[in-house]
């Protein structure tokens, strides 16, 4: 197969659909992979570094949709990319389509064989493709956190894991999903003590095993939270209820009982956050103060971390690309339901339910479904 590996143009990218290890295992199956001039650069890596492994190096991306039968990427396209896109071309990326109608309608006009990462679903409904990045937000929500009780940013001055003599910091994490368990390992790893909460005791009853109990799991309730959150130095909001705003669970009357110079990271901002007190904030501006708590709040917290979330994305997209080179899109959309799960639209028809009922489009069922499988439409 020839695939072809662009640039990212989303303004801060900095993120890339292949790394040149992935681009030597494609090349070493005898597939072709064009890589666009400097694509790797801002996760580190070096046109030099693909083209030993064996990529065509291409100056402008138009040569590259021009040429091959599949694009991965990391965002979804923007409006320069839509000409350069040819009908039954493979593009596998993140595509967020539910979100996006204007992006629906061009792939669908442009006839696209749209997979979106955050589609791709295990039969356990797990969602391989979303958890690396919720693993990195997860450990980087701790460093964020630990930087906002400085005092250069408005904070108390703690440092997380305090010193001899000296009681380390309180973090209370709300969720014990991917984000909340990964903020867990690294908030009791740099020696904070940790508290938790979640709906869900099975969640808790995990995270207390494999951490031998040195960590307080609650059932998430109002005056659970309200007790928990007034005596903790950072709070991290990592909760989420599928296909919903995130719920409101501290209200800044909750928050006016926290220690002045406290924090709070709201990873769950992306669906709406679960501070009242909550809005989006970017990299270049992370923080904001409010009821006198340094708040952080920055929704897409991977992109500052564009090398380790490169290889944390790939590692997880790459068997895929791997599968679709080998064995072609159809054998390997028809051989793999996980993969197959994650097909959003096919020959200029929408063949994902939620994002066909999202905008009222027709959805047709995924062309690649065994009969038993599909759904009476
Ligand atoms: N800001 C970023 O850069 C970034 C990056 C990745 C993920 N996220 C977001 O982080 C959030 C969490 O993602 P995840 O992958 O951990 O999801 P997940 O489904 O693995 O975990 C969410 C957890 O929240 C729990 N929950 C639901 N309602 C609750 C309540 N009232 N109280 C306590 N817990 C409750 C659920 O039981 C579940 O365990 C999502 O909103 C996701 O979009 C943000």
Same mark, same amino acid.
């Given at each position: 197969? $020839?695939?072809?590996?662009?640039?990212?143009?989303?303004?801060?990218?900095?993120?890339?659909?292949?790394?040149?290890?992935?681009?030597?295992?494609?090349v070493s199956h005898h597939h072709r992979v064009l890589v666009e001039k400097s694509?790797?650069?801002?996760?580190?890596?070096?046109?030099?570094?693909?083209?030993?492994?064996?990529?065509?190096?291409?100056?402008?991306?138009?040569?590259?949709?021009?040429?091959?039968?599949?694009?991965?990427?990391?965002?979804?396209?923007?409006?320069?990319?839509?000409?350069?896109?040819?009908?039954?071309?493979?593009?596998?990326?993140?595509?967020?389509?539910?979100?996006?109608?204007?992006?629906?309608?061009?792939?669908?006009?442009?006839?696209?064989?749209?997979?979106?990462?955050?589609?791709?679903?295990?039969?356990?409904?797990?969602?391989?493709?979303?958890?690396?990045?919720?693993? $990195?937000?997860?450990?980087?929500?701790?460093?964020?956190?630990?930087?906002?009780?400085?005092?250069?940013?408005?904070?108390?001055?703690?440092?997380?894991?305090?010193?001899?003599?000296?009681?380390?910091?309180?973090?209370?994490?709300?969720?014990?999903?991917?984000?909340?368990?990964?903020?867990?390992?690294?908030?009791?790893?740099?020696?904070?003590?940790?508290?938790?909460?979640?709906?869900?005791?099975?969640?808790?009853?995990?995270?207390?095993?494999?951490?031998?109990?040195?960590?307080?799991?609650?059932?998430?309730?109002?005056?659970?939270?309200?007790?928990?959150?007034?005596?903790?130095?950072?709070? $991290?909001?990592?909760?989420?209820?599928?296909?919903?705003?995130?719920?409101?669970?501290?209200?800044?009357?909750?928050?006016?009982?926290?220690?002045?110079?406290s924090a709070v990271v709201d990873i769950s901002v992306d669906q709406g956050g679960?501070?009242?007190?909550?809005?989006?904030?970017?990299?270049?501006?992370?923080?904001?103060?409010?009821?006198?708590?340094?708040?952080?709040?920055?929704?897409?917290?991977?992109?500052?971390?564009?090398?380790?979330?490169?290889?944390?994305?790939?590692?997880?997209?790459?068997?895929?690309?791997?599968?679709?080179?080998?064995?072609?899109?159809?054998?390997?959309?028809?051989?793999?339901?996980?993969?197959?799960k994650g097909l959003n639209l096919i020959n200029g028809k929408v063949v994902f339910?939620?994002?066909?009922?999202?905008?009222?489009?027709?959805?047709?069922?995924?062309?690649?479904?065994?009969?038993?499988?599909?759904?009476?439409?």
């Amino acid at each position: 197969m $020839i695939i072809g590996v662009t640039k990212e143009i989303k303004e801060g990218e900095r993120r890339v659909g292949m790394t040149p290890q992935g681009v030597d295992a494609l090349v070493s199956h005898h597939h072709r992979v064009l890589v666009e001039k400097s694509a790797g650069v801002g996760s580190g890596f070096l046109d030099h570094e693909y083209g030993k492994a064996g990529a065509i190096l291409v100056d402008k991306a138009k040569d590259i949709w021009n040429e091959v039968e599949m694009v991965v990427k990391v965002k979804e396209p923007l409006e320069p990319e839509f000409p350069l896109m040819r009908p039954g071309q493979v593009l596998f990326t993140y595509l967020h389509l539910a979100a996006n109608r204007e992006l629906t309608l061009k792939l669908m006009e442009r006839r696209i064989a749209g997979i979106g990462y955050e589609t791709v679903q295990g039969q356990d409904g797990s969602l391989p493709l979303l958890r690396p990045m919720s693993e $990195i937000a997860g450990r980087a929500s701790v460093l964020a956190g630990g930087m906002c009780l400085e005092a250069r940013y408005g904070g108390r001055g703690v440092l997380l894991c305090g010193a001899s003599g000296v009681p380390p910091a309180k973090v209370v994490i709300l969720g014990a999903g991917v984000v909340g368990a990964n903020a867990c390992k690294v908030a009791l790893g740099i020696g904070a003590r940790v508290s938790i909460l979640d709906i869900h005791p099975e969640r808790l009853s995990y995270l207390h095993d494999i951490t031998q109990g040195h960590i307080a799991t609650f059932i998430s309730n109002r005056m659970t939270i309200g007790e928990e959150i007034a005596g903790a130095d950072l709070v $991290i909001g990592a909760v989420l209820i599928p296909g919903a705003q995130a719920p409101k669970l501290v209200t800044r009357q909750m928050l006016k009982r926290m220690r002045h110079g406290s924090a709070v990271v709201d990873i769950s901002v992306d669906q709406g956050g679960c501070f009242e007190t909550t809005h989006p904030t970017t990299h270049e501006n992370p923080t904001y103060i409010e009821e006198g708590i340094v708040h952080y709040c920055v929704a897409n917290i991977p992109g500052a971390f564009p090398r380790t979330s490169t290889f944390a994305l790939t590692n997880a997209t790459f068997p895929y690309v791997l599968q679709i080179a080998d064995k072609g899109f159809e054998k390997a959309m028809q051989e793999n339901e996980t993969l197959r799960k994650g097909l959003n639209l096919i020959n200029g028809k929408v063949v994902f339910h939620a994002v066909a009922e999202s905008f009222g489009l027709a959805f047709i069922q995924n062309p690649f479904s065994p009969p038993s499988l599909k759904i009476p439409s």
